[in-house]
């Protein structure tokens, strides 16, 4: 079974997150912050990774330290779940159409975190969420997850599109790296022997 559990407890955050990478994309997520709920639901139902995710945040301060300890919690159970990534795709890249949006997303389960970020937002919200912190959520996971990571928006004015266009680009780059390929045999997909370092 390919699952990963963490439980992160901090004086700013309590999370508790499970993933499981061979699921259906069945997701119970609860982080306080609305917009962010749903992106985490499209990360998991267009990646099949299961996720649950339990969050009580000091969301009285900010949003901050929910986004960003919830993406590293998300992050360290997907590198459990993938142990030592005997097998996996290791790579993926898609681009994501979102009506008039269009983004792009590639990735390396490479255990070298790497973060390129090429999109922006035109408004400070996107219900209650900040949209500075779109961008922070990514680079938390790539750091947690040891993954490198671009995340590119090639064109697109509506904000709502824009951010799901990333999310879901991000979650079908994802399906495709950590499916695991028969004709690997289990091999770790590096001539080093190991991923990461």
């Not at 408004?123 to 995340?151: M, N, P, R, Y």
């Not at 004015?157 to 990333?166: D, F, K, M, P």
Request: glycine letters at 12%.
């Amino acid at each position: 079974m390919r699952t990963g559990r963490i439980e992160r407890n901090t004086s700013e955050t309590r999370i508790l997150v499970e993933v499981d990478l061979d699921g259906t994309g069945a997701y119970d997520v609860s982080t306080g912050i609305g917009f962010l709920d749903h992106m985490t639901e499209q990360f998991s139902r267009h990646s099949l990774i299961d996720v649950t995710m339990r969050v009580e945040g000091d969301l009285h301060v900010d949003q901050h330290h929910t986004t960003e300890d919830s993406a590293i919690a998300l992050g360290q159970a997907l590198a459990q779940a993938l142990g030592d990534k005997g097998g996996i795709g290791r790579y993926g890249s898609v681009y994501s159409p979102m009506d008039e949006t269009l983004a792009r997303v590639a990735l390396d389960i490479s255990g070298r975190p790497y973060f390129v970020w090429r999109a922006a937002f035109t408004q400070e919200k996107l219900g209650e969420w900040d949209t500075e912190l779109v961008e922070h959520w990514f680079h938390s996971i790539s750091q947690a997850c040891g993954i490198t990571l671009h995340c590119e928006l090639v064109y697109g004015t509506n904000n709502h599109h824009i951010c799901e266009a990333l999310y879901k680009g991000f979650a079908r780059a994802m399906r495709t790296a950590v499916e695991i390929d028969p004709r690997k045999g289990g091999a770790v997909p590096s001539t080093k022997g190991q991923l990461g370092g």
